[in-house]
């Protein structure tokens, strides 16, 4: 439904779509979505100024922002900044745009049947710019599944203490990380690929994250060594 909708709305093939709000596991519909459809999904760092914001939406010539009520204000303030965007969908109710769960569940559910080969490019994840402009890394499809499955084939590759690592549908994964960056974006679809129960926290919070390891059971988690410490 998310590919027949932004199909609906021209995009295709290479069509940049931006999403600009904190974690939600709606951002992986959009995601798969898009990928579905060929499309590349750029998500924004929202805590960035006004002005990066700008850039980076404008440098991915995003046609189709998602956006979610952290972030409606300022991209209220800067809409007519922004020439290549023609739509713009909120990820919450009651705005002045159009609800994402209203537009998604309008769509067709049947096939899109568009050709993505594997060399297309899924996702673009911009750079923090600390040495310029912020910068579009755009990962393939087969980045995503290249660890799990050359893993998968070859159990010891990774030395005799890869079994750690195994991965099965009895996993329970929490997102915690944001997910405009790799941490929290590659973390998802790890889970997702492994048919793991994934818990999606909007964003890292100390007391959520040890309650939600609590209440869920959590298996598996990805973090870095500042939120570790910040543990």
């Known amino acids: 439904q998310g590919a027949n909708g932004l199909a609906a709305?021209?995009?295709?093939?290479?069509?940049?779509?931006?999403?600009?709000?904190?974690?939600?596991?709606?951002?992986?519909?959009?995601?798969?979505?898009?990928?579905?459809?060929?499309?590349?999904?750029?998500p924004v760092n929202w805590r960035l100024a006004k002005p990066e914001v700008v850039y980076i939406t404008n440098d991915a010539e995003a046609e189709v922002v998602f956006v979610d009520d952290h972030c409606a204000p300022l991209l209220t303030r800067i809409e007519s900044q922004l020439p290549h965007v023609r739509k713009i969908i909120a990820m919450d109710p009651g705005g002045?745009?159009?609800?994402?769960?209203a537009w998604r569940d309008a769509q067709d559910d049947a096939d899109c049947r568009v050709a993505?080969?594997?060399?297309?490019?899924?996702?673009?994840?911009?750079?923090?710019?600390?040495?310029?402009?912020?910068?579009?890394?755009?990962?393939?499809?087969s980045s995503f599944s290249a660890f799990n499955?050359?893993?998968?084939?070859?159990?010891?590759?990774?030395?005799?203490?890869?079994?750690?690592?195994?991965?099965?549908?009895d996993d329970v994964s929490l997102v915690a990380m944001p997910v405009f960056h790799i941490s929290g974006t590659g973390w998802g679809i790890v889970g997702v690929y492994s048919g793991a129960f994934t818990v999606v926290l909007r964003e890292f919070d100390n007391a959520a994250v040890i309650e939600t390891v609590r209440r869920f059971r959590v298996s598996k988690t990805v973090l870095v060594p500042t939120t570790i410490q910040m543990m």
């Open 9 to 42: 709305l021209g995009l295709n093939h290479g069509s940049r779509v931006a999403y600009l709000g904190k974690n939600s596991d709606r951002y992986f519909e959009i995601l798969y979505g898009a990928a579905r459809l060929g499309a590349v999904l750029a």
């Open 96 to 101: 002045a745009w159009e609800s994402y769960a």
């Open 116 to 141: 993505v080969s594997r060399d297309d490019v899924a996702i673009q994840l911009y750079t923090s710019g600390t040495t310029g402009r912020p910068k579009g890394v755009m990962l393939k499809h």
């Open 149 to 169: 499955e050359y893993a998968g084939e070859n159990p010891g590759a990774f030395g005799a203490d890869m079994d750690w690592n195994k991965w099965d549908s």
